[in-house]
């Protein structure tokens, strides 16, 4: 079954999800779990080595699970974050991991982007005359197209599964720092941009990231803000989530975006929806640093807090994702 959206559930399934916590510490890091479709929450030991923080993770398949961390490493677990392995990639910070496929993924960090072909058990570094040596920060594919962004306004394009790549002109400042990208459809891909001491970057493409539009920003994000997660339900409705706090929502896969002030109180770090118009948001409280985990059952208009579990031991949420089921490509 191809996917033709990033979200597609198994039918009568409830989704297990995973948040990774930022945990700079020797002794190791947390996950909290849920497998009852975010109702309640379980705090998971990870067993991370020295201070290689997780920076993403990635569900392979129905139960599988990879994460990157600062350091280098790719850890994997088949039973939901239960039990982890880990194998050294790179010596450099592995920033993103995406898969298409179960056997077909991918990771962006610095100074390169890796392909696996082999469901992540082994990774081949794309060229350096590529690359370019630059900082990558995210990476997506959807079926056999995909791209990779980064700092110093890089974007790279894939149209057979990271063979081959080629890099985009974007109609953005060179100095441009591109944080995030998705595909909401084969057509339809959507990167966001900035930093908090630069304007925030929304780009638009209609045909498969051969070409971007730039797109007009609400004002209420603000002028130096910076735009941290973007996630699409469909092909058409998309959230991107705001570092200050605040969300934006587009109804038209991207073309247009409106603001909701979504309680900016709230840092939101990672925002995901699981189904139909059910979004979960995690991240820290600018008032007083405690961590929040919310819920919204109309796609980001109304939050309701989500009880953390009491054997958490407090840190950073960073990074939310629910397993779709099957996701048999």
Known sequence: MLQTTPDVLAPDYTPIGLISASTYNATGGFFLRTMDGG???DSIKFPKQGLSAIYDFTYRDKDKVLAVTRGGVVYYSNDNGTNWSSKDVSGASLNAIQFSSPKNGYMAGFGG???SNDSGNTWNSIPDSITNYELYLSVYFLNNTGMACGVSNSLLRSTDAGINWQRINLPTPSNTTLQRVIFSSPANVIIIG????SPPVILHSTDSGKTFLSVPVPNEAGANNQLYSVYFSTAEKGVITILSGGILITSDGGSTW???DANSRNVFLSTTVFANNTLFACGQMTSNTNVVLLKS???GLNWTPVP???NYQEDLLTKIEFNKGSITK
């Open 308 to 310: 953390l579990p009491s």
């Open 194 to 197: 900035g930093t908090i001491s």
């Open 113 to 115: 982007v890796y392909v």
């Open 258 to 260: 409106t603001y909701e």
């Open 297 to 299: 059952v109309d796609f």
């Open 39 to 41: 109702n309640t929450w």
